[in-house]
């Protein structure tokens, strides 16, 4: 008896099937964007769409979390939807729409919780067409900080969070989410494409030194204020720059353990790989991709992952646009008697150049993974990672009866043929969301023409006696935001980053230490830029500025918001006496700072008692943290409180 078979349903609508939005790979009917790192009409976060249009992808992600059996019921899931939707169109607002360039109801965004957050990262993972990587993706972890939202914070916040997910070499693979794009706005952004990343030196004759990438990189975060180490070289690290929305730019130093370099070393060419002296960082972090996740774009989402060793060996060290490294190893390896009749490469020939460049690459390779092993540092091998890839790739299509998105110009490593995915031809390249993607702005363009655009228009506005600080009011509509500075504030003598903590400001950074260990390279870092005392400068009403011995003025404050200093918990820390001592001390420094921004409009000349009341409060309060509470008592005490009562008496006197 003859049985019939079941039609076999095409691959591609199986595809369009399970997923009714897919958003274009840049092909047109003329042009095949495949192998172009850049393509113009991709989707990006940071573009204004209509609110139809954000409701359907809000709806259609909340359809696949149903489907994986995210909600325990279809009335629970209405019920969600429901809350969604309303929450979309409360905050929709007119505006640009992107698609079109004409006005528009501008759909709005709505809040996700961790789980649907989590479930989108990996989903998005998942989607990325061009990653060889993703069949980890159900082990990415999510590190909330939707919850910050201003530039120094962040600049700490992530530091924290990369240090934790490295993991000492044992790389977790985490995406940091900070806030989602406002409707209208740019979002939070991150100028650094890569976390880690070198530095680029052009000298005026056009020679590079570091890597050639980030020249332009490196001239800008010099702008904004970042000095380079005096002996420069090919393997300095640049610092982070984030920028919150609504908020200027902080640039942050990361610590030793994150800077920290590994050396590429090869076991058969030790005393030629010692002589080029070749290191790389330790783990890759994305930094100017974003999430597009049920209609929420989020523009900041750093993303740390490992290398596979191509990247740093082809991609990067042997690039010719980049370090161009190949050359210099095959005359340090000599290989044979042809690099020393040719030490130019212009007489060889063809075959001989290629052959020889092939078996650098080769070695290089080889000396990466190597020197990662030896560190204890994960890193993935082509021939791994792509046997990986097929497999997770086979048993989707086994469950689904279709495979994943795949561009193989980007997945086939450079290995060519010997490598498994280079020979899966027929694999469908589609973009389905959540995706990953690029931001729609540069950074720096943005920051360039915020700049422009923060000026003070405003005047003083004199009030009643009663209330002196409201006399201060400055009517600010585009107060100038000051780039934020946070290098050099974790050294390698400093403390762990959980020692770190970040007090957000209206203006710039101020860091709380509590290890007396990095007091010298405080003093260091202070010494190189030491922000001018305010005496002329208006204040927002309520109000106030800290004061620092070692920094001047800082931040803008709220008095009622002024931290109590946290009680010591070391285990030759002061005791009770000294922690009492340093509260009182810190609330007399409060209360002069508050009277001297009472007194700045009224008493100008008496400022200059009143900082140097400052100075020695200061001095006294880092004086104690460091020495026996008895002796700070009895010999220091004396010495620094009389000027500072005869200082405070002469202000309340003239206030």
């Not at 190949?326 to 052959?355: C, G, Q, R, V, W």
Request: charged share 25%.
């Amino acid at each position: 008896m003859d049985h019939k078979l079941p039609e076999l349903v095409p691959e591609h609508e199986l595809i369009r099937e399970r997923h009714s939005t897919l958003v274009s790979t840049g092909c047109t009917e003329e042009f095949c964007a495949v192998g172009q790192v850049n393509i113009t009409n991709e989707r990006r976060v940071g573009e204004n769409r209509a609110v139809d249009v954000v409701e359907q992808e809000a709806e259609e992600f909340l359809r696949e979390l149903h489907n994986e059996k995210f909600f325990h019921s279809e009335v629970d899931f209405q019920e969600r939807l429901k809350t969604v939707r309303l929450e979309i169109r409360n905050s929709s607002v007119e505006g640009v729409i992107c698609e079109t360039q004409g006005n528009g109801v501008v759909g709005g965004t709505w809040t996700q919780t961790p789980q649907e957050l989590e479930f989108g990262i990996r989903r998005a993972w998942r989607n990325a067409r061009k990653c060889i990587m993703r069949s980890h993706c159900e082990d990415l972890k999510l590190c909330d900080l939707r919850s910050v939202k201003r530039s120094n914070v962040m600049a700490v916040e992530l530091v924290k969070g990369l240090t934790e997910a490295y993991n000492g070499g044992k790389i977790i693979p985490t995406v940091f989410v900070f806030p989602p794009r406002a409707t209208n706005k740019r979002g939070p952004m991150i100028w650094n494409d890569q976390l880690l990343s070198f530095a680029g030196y052009e000298a005026e004759d056009g020679t590079i030194i570091g890597d050639p990438k980030n020249v332009q990189l490196t001239k800008d975060i010099v702008e904004l204020g970042w000095k380079p180490p005096k002996l420069r070289s090919r393997w300095d690290v640049l610092p982070v720059v984030v920028m919150a929305e609504d908020d200027g730019p902080a640039f942050i130093e990361l610590p030793a353990n994150l800077r920290k370099l590994v050396k590429i070393q090869h076991p058969r060419y030790e005393a030629a790989f010692e002589k080029l002296d070749l290191n790389w960082v330790a783990f890759p972090a994305l930094s100017r991709l974003g999430f597009d996740i049920g209609g929420v774009q989020y523009t900041a989402t750093p993303f740390i992952g490992w290398f596979m060793d191509t990247e740093i060996g082809i991609r990067d060290l042997a690039n010719p646009l980049r370090y161009n490294i190949l050359p210099e190893l095959i005359m340090a390896l000599n290989f044979n008697d042809k690099t020393a009749e040719h030490p130019s490469f212009k007489n060889l020939a063809a075959y001989e150049l290629l052959a020889m460049l092939s078996r650098a690459q080769i070695e290089l390779n080889y000396a990466i993974y190597h020197s990662f092993l030896r560190e204890g540092i994960t890193m993935s091998d082509s021939l791994s990672a792509s046997k990986n890839w097929i497999q997770y790739d086979d048993e989707f299509e086994k469950q689904n009866g279709y495979r994943l998105p795949s561009d193989l110009y980007s997945l086939a490593p450079p290995q060519g043929s010997i490598i498994p995915v280079w020979h899966r031809e027929d694999a469908p390249n589609y973009q389905p969301k959540p995706l990953i993607c690029w931001h729609a702005q540069d950074p720096i363009d943005v920051w360039r023409v915020e700049k422009s655009e923060w000026t003070p228009v405003g005047t003083i506005q004199p009030t009643s006696a009663q209330s002196p600080t409201e006399s201060l009011c400055l009517d600010l509509k585009d107060r100038e935001k000051p780039v934020s500075t946070l290098s050099r504030v974790v050294e390698e003598t400093g403390p762990s980053i959980s020692d770190v903590k970040a007090h957000p400001s209206d203006d710039a950074p101020s860091l709380e230490l509590s290890s007396p260990s990095v007091s010298k390279s405080l003093d260091e870092a202070k010494s190189r830029e030491k922000p001018e005392t305010p005496m002329d400068e208006p204040l927002p009403p309520n109000r106030m500025r800290s004061y620092s011995l070692t920094s001047g003025w800082g931040p803008l404050m709220d008095p009622a918001e002024t931290p109590e200093p946290a009680p010591s918990t070391g285990a030759d820390n002061p005791s009770n006496l000294a922690n009492t001592v340093r509260a009182a001390t810190s609330a007399h420094i409060s209360a002069l700072t508050l009277r001297r921004t009472r007194a700045q409009s009224f008493f100008p000349g008496s400022m200059v008692a009143v900082d140097k009341t400052l100075a020695a409060s200061e001095y006294f309060t880092k004086f104690s943290q460091q020495y026996d509470p008895f002796t700070v008592v009895k010999d220091v005490w004396p010495v620094v409180c009389i000027p500072t009562i005869l200082m405070l008496a002469l202000c309340l006197k003239l206030i």
